[in-house]
């Protein structure tokens, strides 16, 4: 193996190729730069990162290179000590071993466990890195103007938008650049991992702040469909509860009439099955809330019904969230056995659960850089929202410690700890109580077993987007389709939408019929 000395923060050896993952901008600038002085790096190519396997596409995995500056406190001490005691998620042996491999480096140069760390110096760990698997559902492209800068996309569910936590290659953005050779993306709604549906991204930055510009002034309309648990109301049934963010970094949002955001959704039943299990919905939100139609429909005593967040009788109860209220309390005892804030946990161990107060460790030395695994901080409804920023804004602790969130405590307890058990019990592969992990042969690295097809989806999907002068839509999932003749009867009617022909008249106009 050779590796190419470039001192980059984030770049992933695929191939035969050291791939940035950071700026596809300072990519294709570093790509014209190499073709002009005739050292062109070859790009990687799909075939050698993506691979189908028992019905799910997976990823070869790859080696990750993370880079930062040692911290003030890392300096006068040695690498070996700075890895093995900031970064207690991988063992002390593994981080030798790595060190004398050379893939963990000074300077981009190779080192013995005893070198000092110095101030100034570049610290520079290779991480062999191990993808989850997403479905094998292709993104299907809904429209491509390139007139009016303007792409449209089917997401399929279980795919991330951006890369982000354990996820790079199979996200939307690199699947766009890598198989469709779609690059310099700027994402204009983004949708929750496991939400599918409609995705507008623009193909220049003039563009995507116009489009910016029409969600925050309102001017376009989003349509949803979900699949809700019980029999919905017959009927136009309007939530207009405020939300607020309870825990930004489990997305966890909540009804709050004194505090929250004000926020209105309509909501319309398409179809009641048979055992009035469950339901399909029409939704229409008229404000852009993280994760507003969750949140109102949980209200309504009617959550998405495979939705692990507030669909979660493990965390809510039997009421399951519904009129606003709240599981009764854990016993006061049970309650002082957990640390009584954020500061005094990250005192005993790190945000998760590595003992070190940045949570970099086999992720890397620059891992706390890249955004959070999981559920994205969308600022528009139902995880979706307006951003030509190329990734997620970053999000901070796990619970807030705003006095108005006290209440709310108990609730997050409790998701925090049905959560770790679900991240032990993947990392296991079986139950929380074997001690016999699989583990890459490579790398020793606990593996995840594979999703299952109720893990990568949620019953909520972006069927249709209208602004000035256009529409677009996606085709319902198979789970809606017992709503599909009756969806006609209640769907935004877009006034201004122009013909196919005139659409190329205006930069901002792409309709699609």
């Keep these: 193996m050779v590796w190419k000395k470039k001192h980059k923060l984030s770049e992933s050896y695929v191939g035969g190729a050291l791939v940035d993952s950071r700026n596809s901008k300072r990519r294709k600038e570093q790509d014209e730069k190499e073709e002009s002085t005739g050292n062109s790096s070859p790009q990687p190519d799909a075939a050698d990162i993506y691979y189908e396997e028992d019905g799910l596409q997976r990823i070869h995995p790859y ?80 429209a491509d103007n390139d007139v009016a800068g303007l792409l449209a996309i089917d997401k399929p569910p279980g795919v991330p938008v951006h890369p982000s936590g354990r996820y790079n290659y199979n996200s939307v953005i690199r699947i766009l650049e890598i198989k469709h050779g779609l690059a310099d993306l700027f994402p204009i709604n983004r949708l929750d991992r496991l939400t ?53 970094k489990l997305s966890l949002n909540c009804v709050d009439p004194a505090m929250g955001k004000p926020s209105v959704t309509e909501f319309q039943c398409l179809a009641v099955s048979p055992d009035e299990a469950t339901s399909i919905v029409y939704c229409r939100p008229k404000t852009g809330r993280t994760h507003q139609i969750r949140v109102h429909l949980q209200f309504l005593g009617h959550p998405i019904a495979n939705d692990p967040l507030y669909c979660n009788e493990h965390v809510w109860g039997r009421e399951m969230g519904k009129g606003g209220r709240l599981p009764p309390s854990p016993p006061r005892q049970q309650q002082q056995q957990q640390p009584s804030s954020v500061e005094e946990k990250e005192e005993k161990e790190g945000e998760d659960g590595d003992y070190a107060k940045e949570p970099m460790g086999a992720e890397a030395v620059v891992e706390n850089e890249e955004e959070e695994e999981e559920e994205e901080a969308p600022s528009d409804a139902a995880g979706d929202g307006p951003s030509v920023r190329t990734k997620p804004k970053k999000m901070v602790g796990k619970r807030d410690n705003d006095p108005a969130n006290q209440p709310w405590l108990p609730l997050v307890q409790r998701m925090e700890e049905w959560k770790t058990r679900q991240e032990l019990v993947d990392h296991v592969g079986q139950s929380v109580d074997t001690d016999t992990p699989r583990l890459c042969t490579k790398c020793a690295t606990p593996m995840y077993p594979d999703p299952t097809p109720d893990e990568l989806s949620i019953w909520l999907h972006a069927w249709r987007y209208s602004g000035p002068g256009w529409t677009f839509e996606s085709s319902l999932p198979d789970w809606a389709n017992e709503a599909s003749s009756l969806i006609d009867s209640v769907k935004y009617i877009n006034n201004s939408t122009i013909k196919k022909d005139d659409a190329r008249s205006s930069p901002h106009s792409p309709n699609v019929e």
């Design 63 to 142: 080696y990750h290179k993370y880079a930062t500056h040692a911290k003030g406190r890392w300096v006068g001490r040695s690498i070996f000590a700075v890895f093995s005691q900031e970064f207690r998620d991988r063992s002390a042996d593994y981080y030798e071993a790595a060190i004398r491999q050379g893939l963990i480096e000074l300077n981009g140069t190779k080192v013995e466990p005893t070198t000092i760390v110095r101030n100034g110096d570049l610290v520079t760990h290779y991480i062999h890195r191990h993808e989850p698997p997403v479905g094998t559902a292709p993104i299907r492209v809904v």
């Design 196 to 248: 599918s549906g409609l995705m507008l991204i623009a193909r220049n930055a003039q563009t995507a702040r116009a489009m910016e510009t029409d969600f925050r002034a309102h001017r376009i309309q989003k349509e949803y469909v979900c699949k809700v648990r019980g029999r919905f109301p017959a009927g136009l049934v309007v939530c207009d509860q405020p939300i607020r963010v309870v825990a930004h």
